[in-house]
């Protein structure tokens, strides 16, 4: 008897401490969030089993952020540029790495995205700062930290997200989901008039849904629909995302495929080409190039699609930097 009343003590102890948690984890989840969610991301309706050795889901964004204040900030070119200009220090690249989670599977493979990103973006001369399996409030902290900075003496900012994630704009910390709109709507004009006519370039791998996508074998060249995006109202943001909505997204020992192939094409073509133009070649790698060998036939011989969306208003260029 004295055992099962002990028991019982600590079972009912262990369950306030959970509830406890979770609600501080709530508390402390909005009070980094500038505006409200139509629904509480909690693990039971967002936290997702895997047994494929996958990403999962993120989305794109859906929702702005109204400016309700006058911004008075010098523009740093003239209107009518047709290229941005990268005379200043190029920039902070900040790598947001996600491999181990509390309740989700490892992300095998993503360490070696993480150096291919390094190694990259520190050849275009950016400051590359990677951050490792920080929970949600750690995220939160460092992404109010970067737009509270003055980036008056840099050309623009790059921030990479590599997790699990699920619909509606979200990915996952270590301990919990939250929105990708957290993380850029820190960064308009309003919210970082430092950035204002600068580029913001965002990168996402994570998958966007539970589908597989089929390939179509054919004989020749032939026109294809494109798929239109919905764009984002704020300028000089680029989004890039490793798969379209509703579909998978595949990664391997390795490293994943969008992210190693957006490494390969940026290393091979950024002394002479845009970024847009680079990424619609990294978009036909990805899609031509890449075909999922999977134990299972649902998975077999399906593709992934990379996607990006841009309000940027001008070329960008990384051109090296003169050595005087």
Sequence with gaps: MFVLIFCFISLSRAAINYISNITKMKSLAHSFRDQPISQDP?????????????????????????????????????????IYPMNNRRGKCVIFNNETFIEMEKRDGT?????????????????????????????????????????????????????????????????????????????????????????????????????????????????SVQKSYTIPTHADFLYGYSCVEGHYSFR??????????LCEVINEHWRNMDLLKMLTIISRKVAFEFEVSHNSSFLHETKQMPTFSSTLTRDLYFLPKNKS
């Excluded at 490792?132 to 980036?151: P, R, T």
């Excluded at 391997?252 to 192939?261: D, K, R, T, V």
Aim: proline share 4%; net charge negative; hydrophobic share 35%.
């Design 42 to 82: 909690t693990k039971e309706n967002y936290f997702m089993d895997s047994k494929e050795n996958l990403d999962l889901i993120d989305a794109k964004v859906v929702r702005g952020i109204s400016y309700r204040k006058e911004i008075v900030q010098n523009f740093p070119i003239h209107k009518d540029a047709k």
């Design 111 to 223: 360490k070696n995205d993480e150096e291919a990103i390094k190694h990259t973006f520190t050849n275009l001369g950016f400051e590359v700062i990677p951050h490792s399996d920080l929970d949600y409030v750690g995220i939160m902290e460092i992404a109010a930290k970067l737009s509270a900075n003055n980036y008056e003496d840099y050309d623009c900012i790059c921030i990479f997200i590599l997790s699990h994630g699920t619909s509606g704009d979200y990915v996952y910390a270590k301990d919990y989901p939250y929105r990708v709109s957290d993380i850029w709507g820190r960064f308009t004009a309003d919210n970082c008039p430092s950035l204002t006519g600068k580029p913001k370039l965002f990168f996402i791998q994570a998958c966007k849904g539970k589908n597989p996508m089929q390939g179509i074998r054919v004989k020749s060249a032939t026109d």
């Design 252 to 261: 391997g020992l390795e490293g994943s495929y969008y992210i190693q192939a």
